[in-house]
């Protein structure tokens, strides 16, 4: 495609369920990158793949989390027993190794 | 202290005025964004710079390696240009660290 998608781009969900989050980058990139946005907050770095590898997880907030990468190309961010303080919007980027990176439109994650 | 900080947080100005943008960062780096997100969400990607300057229309970007330091200057700010304007650097991991970003109106 042209750009980065993500879908879906609303996501509603009840305290305690599983959600997972798609990411599909422009083809051709290696890179990939999750972020997030808490509202009123900045962005915040979550995980990047290079290729299928995650060679910094670091920012990945607790266990719940976890990220994978198929292909070298769609990524899913799972979360797993959702709280509250996981509403946020979850971004993703893709870029070839340390250039430019190009930004999805985001998922908007609410959970009740 | 974060890694990276921008100044002014929120930033005013009447139409065709000169706009600078501040970002200061502590840690080391290949590489420093300018981002733009308007209201909408989303996110622009407005220059990527490792030293000197560039120019995009009526947007420079200007960076100074030895003292840590970049500025984002709009020239001759027009209504559109509104919108958050964020700096960040990437850490020799290739992450991206982000400063809080900087919320420019400009009016009529």
């Known amino acids: 495609g042209a750009g980065v998608s993500q879908s879906p781009s609303n996501k509603v969900t009840e305290k305690g369920k599983d959600v997972e989050l798609r990411c599909d980058p422009i083809?051709?990139?290696?890179?990939l990158y999750w972020y997030r946005q808490s509202l009123g907050q900045g962005l915040e770095f979550l995980i990047y793949?290079?290729?299928?590898?995650?060679?910094?997880k670091s920012g990945l907030p607790s266990d719940r989390f976890s990220a994978e990468r198929t292909g070298g190309s769609v990524s899913t961010l799972t979360i797993q027993r959702t709280q509250q303080e996981d509403s946020a919007v979850y971004l993703c980027?893709?870029?070839?190794?340390?250039?430019?990176?190009?930004f999805g439109p985001g998922t908007r994650l609410t959970v009740l | 202290k974060n890694e990276v900080e921008q100044s002014p947080q929120n930033l005013t100005a009447q139409e065709g005025e000169f706009i600078t943008i501040n970002c200061s960062y502590s840690?080391?780096?290949?590489?420093l964004h300018w981002l733009q997100q308007h209201p909408g969400g989303g996110i622009v990607s407005l220059f990527m710079?490792?030293?000197g300057k560039k120019k995009h229309g009526r947007l420079i970007a200007t960076i100074n390696i030895q003292e840590k330091h970049s500025s984002l200057h709009i020239t001759a700010s027009h209504p559109r240009d509104s919108a958050v304007y964020i700096c960040?650097?990437?850490?020799?991991?290739?992450?991206?660290?982000f400063g809080t970003g900087t919320r420019l109106q400009v009016f009529p």
């Open positions: 083809s051709g990139h290696t890179a």
């Open positions: 840690v080391g780096i290949s590489a």
């Open positions: 960040a650097v990437n850490s020799y991991t290739d992450k991206l660290i």
């Open positions: 980027a893709s870029s070839l190794a340390r250039v430019e990176q190009f």
């Open positions: 793949f290079q290729g299928n590898s995650a060679p910094d």
């Open positions: 710079l490792s030293s």
